[in-house]
């Protein structure tokens, strides 16, 4: 509770004076600046919920602006044996696929050796596909130094080993050196050559134990020193029974037309073909419609509360000049037709998009697929017009970059509203020092009135003292 002190001459609530005078000038000002307050906050809410959904309206046309997305193709017919996928090359069709044989990475195995026995002084050159290195062995070289040397180097000069990984597996027999290579097929099959300390790089003793080079034409001139584990293999398919295609690994791009085929299994004797089939898939239309209409329609209930007016309370927005501006735009754009090369025209109406007498739009998916089956490309042309002439996506992106952009007409009626909003806190800091000043000078001035009271209290009493000590004065008994 408030301790209040009444003046010491007069005897008057100078703090309850001087409060309810101060009040009676802020009440109405923060009155005045609060219902400002509200009505900013309200518009500023107000515009950025209209924003967000014109945003929303917008990204949903993007869809139909993309090239990318129109004209697509769907494949079927992935199995155990083969997985497909397509693009826009294919052209539809049916096919008959069988996998004749997967692709192999290429293993040799070498010959026993003990652990720590030397395997040889010289220079080992290895190769797989593209790709050749060697590497230098001492006397003192075992298979284990061998096996480090290829998976890590070094290597002589500025070659580098990026195809073939070395291991050692250990059986009874001894150490064995395994090299795979890292690539499949044929092409990456891998040549062994050496130049061994003892003279002779082909024999099966010191290094040349090690060789493997079947690249001569004339098996006779083969050197086979390690066994071949996995010999490298091809992936092969045939396609509709005839056409027979190979592929260093088992995917096979583009073979037909738009169409990548991975083979995964071998087909056996008793095994059905794998069966692909190739159709067009223009559902980007429609589901691309169908979102435009949604956020529309969002849009439209969104204005309608925005701007609604009547007995039953008004928007927020009601009568907002803004508001019924964007919303007239987009009713225009909304019935706008597009010239086509072929000299017809296209409007979201004849794609079947339909408005009630509410203006809540619907799609007409049967008038929507007869346009699409009677010409595609020219419904293409509607959304993204042709060579430099953009279409409808473009010219309604255009519209609506008009007020969603960053220094587009809403955001710059936002923006307008907070400066005005951030304004009022200058107002009350401005106001709040008036208020103290106006404080202080009351209390000054009714102190000094106090003081002026109790003085003349004080030559009363004085005066009355005098008076009674006059003589011939008679004291009224009490």
């Known amino acids: 509770m408030a301790i209040s002190f009444n003046g010491l001459g007069s005897g008057l609530a100078v703090s309850d004076i001087v409060d309810a005078l101060v009040n009676a000038e802020r009440t109405p000002f923060t009155s005045r600046l609060n219902r400002k307050e ?52 294919a052209q539809p069709g049916g096919y008959n696929v069988k996998v004749d044989a997967l692709a192999q990475a290429h293993k040799l195995s070498s010959p026993a050796f003990a652990a720590d026995e030397p395997i040889g002084s010289g220079v080992i050159t290895i190769s797989s596909g593209d790709n050749s290195f060697s590497t230098v062995l001492s006397p003192t070289n075992t298979l284990e130094d061998l096996r480090d040397q290829i998976n890590n180097g070094p290597f002589t000069g500025s070659d580098s080993n990026n195809s073939v990984t070395a291991t050692i597996v250990t059986t009874d027999a001894g150490q064995h050196l395994v090299l795979t290579s890292k690539e499949t097929g044929e092409e990456n099959a891998i040549s062994i050559t050496v130049q061994d300390g003892d003279g002779n790089n082909t024999d099966a003793s010191g290094l040349s134990r090690l060789a493997y080079d079947v690249s001569d034409a004339d098996p006779a001139n083969h050197v086979t020193n390690l066994t071949e584990v996995d010999a490298a293999q091809n992936a092969q398919i045939t396609i509709d029974g005839t056409l027979t295609v190979t592929s260093n690994t088992n995917e096979f791009k583009s073979v037909i037309d738009g169409v990548d085929i991975t083979a995964k299994k071998v087909h056996g004797t008793d095994d059905d073909n794998s069966t692909l089939k190739v159709t067009e898939n223009n559902n980007n239309i429609k589901a691309g419609l169908n979102s435009f209409i949604e956020s529309y ?14 007995e039953s309370g008004a928007g927020v927005m009601a009568g907002d000049s803004m508001l019924r501006g964007v919303m007239s735009k987009l009713r225009q754009q909304l019935t706008s037709e597009v010239s086509l090369s072929d000299g017809s025209s296209l409007s979201l109406s004849k794609l079947g998009v339909e408005a009630d007498r509410y203006g809540k739009l619907s799609l ?48 710059n009626r936002i923006n307008s509203k907070q400066t005005q909003l951030d304004g009022l806190d200058d107002e009350r800091i401005d106001f709040a020092r008036k208020m103290e000043s106006l404080e202080s000078r009351l209390y000054a001035q009714y102190n000094s009135m106090d003081l002026l009271v109790a003085q003349m209290n004080s030559t009363s009493s004085y005066v009355q003292a005098q008076l009674d000590n006059m003589p011939g004065v008679v004291k009224k008994s009490k």
Do not use: H, P, W
């Open 38 to 89: 509200a009505t900013l906050t309200t518009d500023i809410s107000a515009a950025g919920a209209l924003k967000s959904a014109l945003e929303k309206l917008q990204t949903s046309m993007e869809a139909l602006g993309e090239v990318d997305n129109y004209q697509k193709r769907s494949i079927s017919g992935s199995d155990d044996f083969v997985s497909l996928s397509s693009d826009k090359n």
């Open 297 to 310: 329609n969002e849009l439209l209930e969104l204005s309608n509360n925005l701007g609604k007016s009547g």
């Open 364 to 411: 007409d998916t049967e008038r929507l697929n007869e346009q699409v089956e009677a010409d595609v490309d020219l419904v293409q042309e509607f959304f993204l017009g042709e060579g430099d002439e953009g279409g409808f996506a473009q010219s309604f992106d255009d519209l609506m970059s008009f007020y969603t952009d960053s220094d587009g007409i809403v955001q």
